[in-house]
Nanobody, 117 residues
Framework: QVQLVESGGGLVQAGGSLRLSCAASGRTVSIYTMAWFRQAPGKEREFVADISWSDSETHYADSVKGRFTISNDNAKKTVYLQMNSLKAEDTAVYYC??????????WGQGTQVTVSS
């Protein structure tokens, strides 16, 4: 079993930046991909970005391309989401997930990101 703990959320003005972190522990050898999802009030959870644990290949949602960067530190078993040029529509609870691309079996508790316009 894998446990995930997110950190780094908060309140920021539009145009600002935040960096989220997600630390994995437990049976991390079973992790192939880690990802970030987000859920805004009244909306469904949506994919933001993912990264392959082995070769660091990344994928992004169109809405965040060019503004967000996902990265990982294998030694620390941690994945990061650097968020720049934040917009009000980026306001959501951000969740970290671990597993295989398209099939995630571990989720973090979520961290709130609020962007004021």
């Amino acid at each position: 079993q894998v446990q995930l703990v997110e950190s780094g959320g908060g309140l920021v003005q539009a145009g600002g930046s935040l960096r989220l972190s997600c630390a994995a522990s437990g049976r991390t050898v079973s992790i192939y991909t880690m990802a970030w999802f987000r859920q805004a009030p009244g909306k469904e959870r949506e994919f933001v970005a993912d990264i392959s644990w082995s070769d660091s290949e990344t994928h992004y949602a169109d809405s965040v391309k060019g503004r967000f960067t996902i990265s990982n530190d294998n030694a620390k078993k941690t994945v990061y989401l650097q968020m720049n040029s934040l917009k009000a529509e980026d306001t959501a609870v951000y969740y970290c997930a671990a597993g295989r691309s398209g099939s995630y079996y571990s989720w973090g508790q979520g961290t709130q990101v609020t962007v004021s316009s």
